[in-house]
């Protein structure tokens, strides 16, 4: 009896991480299928798909553009969530919760409707459709996480250190700079490694914001246009790749702070 | 006459609806080791914190070294303050940490980290320098805080329980170094504290605060022997309190009718007045009574052994809401359950106005 419990809740552990991870693996398994078509069977292994995307120039710029979207979305999306959230730790605001509320709340709004808002603020505004105003989306989507992250670990106990800095002489800027924000670094560190990753495969306002430049994910879709080649597999799994680097160092980060 | 390093005048502070100060005047001299000492609510952080500048009283001035500091930030006033928790930064090391003020002055590196080498020689941890305060054990902590304060030679260190979170053993020998500190550099320290032995210990200069307000000041030693309220009597050491009225009052001797019967003690008072007969426990003495005024008999309810004496805790058979609290030596033989009688000599008895 006993036994077959075990084998059962085996199967369904199977099942299950087969449920989420089959897409993946199958993905990754025909990029490096040797023959035209990434269907069975398998022909390879081989990186012939692989060598094609490097070769193609469409493709590695809008790679190099979704990283520097990401690294500068992020870096101005955790910049901003941590001033925020060191505001609204620090300072008794009228409405404090009511605005913390605010801030976050795009977090539930779907991406499709926060593209589309910003697609018709841009056009009434003159702003054309450009990396940057996909970068400003990200932003928009970004901020709110980094905010939450950051918020969530400045506590009452850093209080006192900051007073300490103040009371030795340092003004406020100084106290930021080089007490607040490197005894915040692992959160902010886990902010900005989160962004990167959800703005790296963005796809939905980057193709509503971007026109000529564009990201890979836009680009991606470009490709799967023309039907389904291993080609398209093979940046798909280097997508994966990227971000799986990024959530690694995202776990990493809030481990070490758990530690100590 | 020299003007005080420390002028307090007048300060209230409010939290709200809270009245935390209560219209509080304090002068410290320079160099002196001043103890505030009141249990929690008392005011005496509150009081500290406004000197610090991290608070700014609702009433009152405080001038230090003559000049008005009552709005002045922090960082711009010749205080710095020892936190509870120690408040170094984490992500620094010792050196670092104790450099910090210099830093914030634009002293060069190589001053700075001489300058830091010699705080941490001060309070004998010369060779943390390179370590970072997690490696630390609390009191080291406590030691590099100190450091950290002293190292930008403030005209007052504020230390804010500096010793509460240290076990007893480590607390008195903190204390003691913690005196031998203040006598080396000079500089006049400012204590919080709701230990009173440990304001006994340290205190040139001793502040015992309830519910806002000062209660007494002065040395350690005239507040212990000669407490000028009731709350004094009973929170800097134990004291029997023997209430009454004044039935006859004049060459300096007052009768006080108490429930125990009259007794006649030394002190100025209004014939009709309600007040207090305080009496420290070493000035009790149980059984034999020659030449002593009598207390009447006693059933004592528990005897703590403490070591170099025996701590006695005994009911009035006269009137039951009178407690005694008397130190007997260690060879007594007093038990629980015996009834004893219970003198003192009259010039030991506090008299303390209601």
């Known amino acids: 009896m006993r036994q077959s419990v075990r084998i059962v809740s085996w199967l369904y552990a199977l099942a299950v991480y087969g449920f989420i991870f089959l897409p993946v693996v199958v993905l990754v398994l025909f990029s490096l299928q040797s023959t035209s078509f990434p269907i069975p069977p398998f022909t390879g292994p081989s990186l012939r798909w692989y060598e094609a995307v490097l070769s193609d120039a469409r493709l590695t710029s809008a790679l190099v553009n979704s990283l520097l979207v990401a690294s500068i979305s992020s870096l101005a999306a955790v910049t901003l969530g941590f001033l925020c959230a060191w505001g609204f730790a620090r300072f008794v605001l009228p409405g404090s919760g009511l605005l913390r509320g605010l801030i976050t709340l795009p977090l539930t709004v779907s991406y499709l409707i926060i593209g589309m808002g910003l697609l018709v603020l841009f056009n009434w505004a003159g702003v054309p459709k450009s990396l940057l105003a996909a970068g400003i989306g990200h932003v928009v989507i970004n901020l709110p996480l980094c905010f939450a992250i950051i918020y969530s670990q400045m506590g009452d106990h850093q209080i006192n250190i900051e007073r300490a800095a103040r009371d030795l002489g340092a003004p406020e800027w100084k106290v930021l700079l080089l007490i607040t924000v490197p005894v915040m670094a692992p959160a902010i560190f886990a902010g900005f490694f989160l962004s990167m990753t959800f703005s790296w495969d963005e796809f939905v306002i980057s193709f509503l914001l971007t026109r000529f430049d564009t990201t890979l994910p836009v680009e991606i879709w470009n490709l799967l246009r023309s039907g389904l080649n291993p080609k398209t597999n093979a940046v798909g799994s280097l997508v994966f790749a990227v971000s799986i680097v990024l959530v690694v160092l995202f776990e990493l980060t809030l481990l070490r702070r758990r530690k100590t | ?354």
């Open chain 2, 1 to 354: 006459m020299t003007a005080p390093l420390v002028d307090i005048r007048n300060v209230s502070h409010r939290f709200g609806q809270l009245a935390v100060l209560k219209d509080v005047s304090l002068r410290i001299e320079p160099g002196s080791y001043t103890i505030l000492l009141g249990p929690s609510g008392s005011g005496k952080t509150t009081l500290l914190s406004i000197l610090g500048g991290f608070v700014t009283p609702s009433e009152g001035k405080v001038f230090i070294r003559g000049e008005d500091c009552t709005s002045v930030p922090p960082a711009r006033r010749p205080t710095t303050t020892v936190f509870q928790d120690y408040a170094l930064f984490p992500h620094m090391s010792v050196g670092g940490n104790v450099g910090f003020g210099l830093r914030m002055q634009g002293v060069d590196g190589a001053t700075r980290a001489a300058r830091a080498r010699e705080a941490l020689a001060l309070v004998g941890l010369a060779a943390a320098f390179d370590k970072k305060p997690h490696q630390l054990s609390g009191g080291q902590r406590q030691r590099v805080a100190l450091a950290r304060a002293l190292v930008i030679e403030p005209a007052v260190l504020l230390l804010d329980e500096p010793l509460g979170a240290l076990d007893l053993k480590l607390r008195r020998q903190m204390q003691d170094e913690l005196k031998a500190i203040q006598k080396r550099v000079g500089t006049a320290f400012i204590h919080v504290t709701h230990d009173q032995e440990e304001a006994m210990a340290l205190a040139d200069h001793c502040v015992v605060m309830n519910d806002g307000r000062i209660e007494d000041e002065g040395p350690p030693e005239r507040v212990y022997a000669r407490p000028s309220t009731r709350f004094a009597a009973t929170f800097m050491g134990e004291s029997t309190i023997l209430s009454g009225t004044v039935a006859e009052a004049k060459g300096g001797t007052a009768t006080v009718a108490t429930p125990i019967g009259s007794v006649c003690v030394p002190g100025a008072a209004q014939a009709g007045a309600q007040v207090a007969l305080a009496i420290r426990p070493e000035h009790l003495v149980l059984g034999a009574n020659e030449g002593g005024v009598g207390l009447g008999m006693a059933k004592i309810s528990d005897v703590v052994f403490q070591g170099s004496f025996k701590r006695v805790l005994a009911t009035s058979t006269v009137d039951a809401a009178l407690r005694f609290i008397a130190k007997a030596p260690a060879s007594a033989t007093v038990q629980t359950g015996d009834t004893v009688a219970i003198s003192c000599q009259a010039g030991d008895m506090i008299l303390l106005a209601n």
